[in-house]
Nanobody, 115 residues
Framework: QVQLEESGGGLVQPGGSLTLSCTAS????????MGWYRQPPGKERELVAVISGRGSPNYADSVKGRFTISRDSTKKTAYLQMNSLKPEDTAVYYCSAVIYGERYWGKGTLVTVSS
């Protein structure tokens, strides 16, 4: 079994920054892609950023230039550095990992961007 635990969410003013962390535990011998998704209030879940096992990142157009995804494979942890946050970034952010072809999800962490 695999568990993903997110941390780092909270309330931040527009233009501010937050860093989210996601740590995998359990049967995590071969973690392939790790990624961040978000679900804004009343909307569908959407991709924010993913990073491959080799460290290659991809971003949604809406966050390019503002968010940075990274991972520390030794710690089985992925990070999402979020800068220049906007009110429309408000959402529950979910961590995701693909292990042996199966996708796992964390429970999510709420990010609220508001003055």
């Amino acid at each position: 079994q695999v568990q993903l635990e997110e941390s780092g969410g909270g309330l931040v003013q527009p233009g501010g920054s937050l860093t989210l962390s996601c740590t995998a535990s359990g049967s995590t011998f071969n973690i392939n892609n790790m990624g961040w998704y978000r679900q804004p209030p009343g909307k569908e879940r959407e991709l924010v950023a993913v990073i491959s096992g080799r460290g290659s990142p991809n971003y949604a157009d809406s966050v390019k230039g503002r968010f940075t995804i990274s991972r520390d494979s030794t710690k089985k942890t992925a990070y999402l550095q979020m800068n220049s946050l906007k009110p429309e970034d408000t959402a529950v952010y979910y961590c995701s990992a693909v292990i042996y072809g199966e996708r796992y999800w964390g429970k999510g962490t709420l990010v609220t961007v508001s003055s």
